[in-house]
Every structure is written in C-alpha cells, then in structure tokens.
C-alpha cells in the first residue's frame, strides 16, 4: 500500500466511476451532506496499481472497521464519449494551464467538421480521453463479470455486496432526475443535490450543441464502441442491447444506411 491511500481511509464514500457520469455532483452532493467523500475515474487516481484495490479495501475494512461505499455510474456510450470529447480539449487544457484561455483550445480553432473527424478517429484508435469503463475496472478487481451485479429499474440502483464493499451502480439518467430521492435512500439522510460540472454552463455550449446536431458516425465506429459496452448495456437497459444500439445508429448514424 502506498503512502497515497493514506488520505483516502478516512472517506465514507468513493465515487469510482467513468469519466462525464455525474461524478462531481455526485461528490459534491455528498459531501454537502456530511459524507466524506472523493471521485476517481481509475485507479491510477489514488495512487494504486492494477490489482490493488482488493488490497486497499482490506486495509479501509481494518482501519474503519466497516465496509467502504462505492459508487458507479453507466450512462450512453456516445452521450457520454461526445461530453468527454468537448471536455477534455474544452476545459481540461485551461484547467491544466496547457493553453491561456478558451480562444487557444482546438474547440474554439477548428471547425465543427475538423472537431467531428478528430472525434471519430480518437474513437476508431481508442484514444478518446475516459473512453474505458470504470465498472468494467472495478468487475476485473473484485474478480467478477458484470453478469454478477444487478440493476433495480423500480428503484433505481444496483446493489452488490462482498466482505469489504458495497457497491451501487447507477444509470446516469436515472439518477441526474431523481439524485436527492436515490441518495436518501442509500445514505438515510435528507439530500440535496449540488450541481457540479455541467456541460450547459460550459463556455462551449453552442458549439457542443452544432457538433452534435450535426454529427455522422460511421456505422462500424458505433458497433464497435457499443459492442466492447454490450455486457453493460445489456444490465442497465434490462437487456435490450439491439434496440439501444439501433437508437445510437438513428441518433448518430449515417441516415442513408438506415434508409
């Protein structure tokens, strides 16, 4: 165990979870709360290893003598790829002092066109900024396959327990419209939700907002990405991967293939 996992034993939740799924506001809301908590995208952000994190669950389980909360949330692939695109060469370059301002970022200097071709290839050359899964990190760490988990639509939340976690699994849409009542019902507190990281206060909102309205994703780029998400697909959508992948070739997809 690294020094680093030091400051991540005193938490009552981890936020582990994809990149662009309510992870802030998550955080956030939680914290608001009185719930310690933090958000992580993978492992690497606290400092840990592949193969590690059974080993930090351990010693959270010894030092707090209680099981540690965990969090995840799944949302659309290409909703959730589009976000991380904008955000990543939106706000990420000025968050990281890699460009002065928006005026220098590629989102601001490229065409809806260039922005759109470099979107795909990124996808086809699985380059993407977050383009894993979290869920599909935390399934290899606690060595089980996402078949094992399970997903309530009349609640809301998946529930998964072992000696030393208890994981909730969420669908991003469900739970940005109904936050306050799923997390009451986890935490046993009254919640109020605090929004964190929104794409429609974001200096790019217009342009995200043309990029998708236009965008044409080739059919095999969309199979591809659906197809390495099907096993999750298939849990948060009750098992309707085909209609879930056909909604993503109408929304996104070359209309002339569709006919």
């Not at 922005?115 to 990124?122: G, P, R, V, W």
């Not at 988990?149 to 849409?173: Q, W």
């Not at 306050?180 to 929104?198: R, V």
Request: charged letters at 25%.
């Amino acid at each position: 165990m690294t020094s680093d996992i030091e400051k991540v034993l005193n938490i009552d939740y981890l936020v582990f979870s994809s990149h662009k799924t309510a992870t802030q506001t998550l955080r956030q809301t939680l914290n608001c709360t009185g719930l310690e908590c933090i958000n992580i995208h993978q492992l690497p952000d606290i400092g840990l290893r592949s193969g590690d994190f059974q080993g930090y669950l351990n010693e959270y389980l010894a030092h707090n003598r209680k099981k540690l909360n965990v969090c995840s949330v799944f949302r659309e692939p290409m909703e959730r790829h589009i976000s991380s695109f904008f955000q990543g060469y939106g706000t990420r370059p000025i968050r990281l002092k890699e460009v002065s301002n928006e005026f220098d970022t590629i989102i601001y200097k490229y065409t809806i066109k260039q922005l759109q071709d470099k979107f795909i290839q990124e996808l086809d050359d699985k380059s993407l900024i977050g383009i894993r899964e979290s869920l599909h990190e935390i399934c290899n760490e606690l060595h089980i396959s996402v078949e094992k988990l399970n997903y309530n639509s009349k609640i809301g939340y998946g529930f998964h327990e072992t000696e030393n976690i208890r994981l909730y699994i969420f669908r991003f849409d469900f739970l940005i419209n109904n936050i306050e009542n799923l997390l009451s019902d986890i935490t046993g507190k009254k919640i109020i939700k605090q929004n964190a990281n929104m794409g429609s206060s974001k200096w790019y909102k217009d342009i995200y907002s043309e990029f998708k309205a236009s965008l044409v994703v080739p059919h095999h780029t969309i199979m591809d990405i659906y197809e390495s998400k099907r096993d999750l697909i298939n849990l948060f959508y009750l098992n309707n991967y085909d209609s879930i992948l056909k909604q993503a070739f109408i929304k996104f997809g070359n209309k002339s293939v569709l006919g």
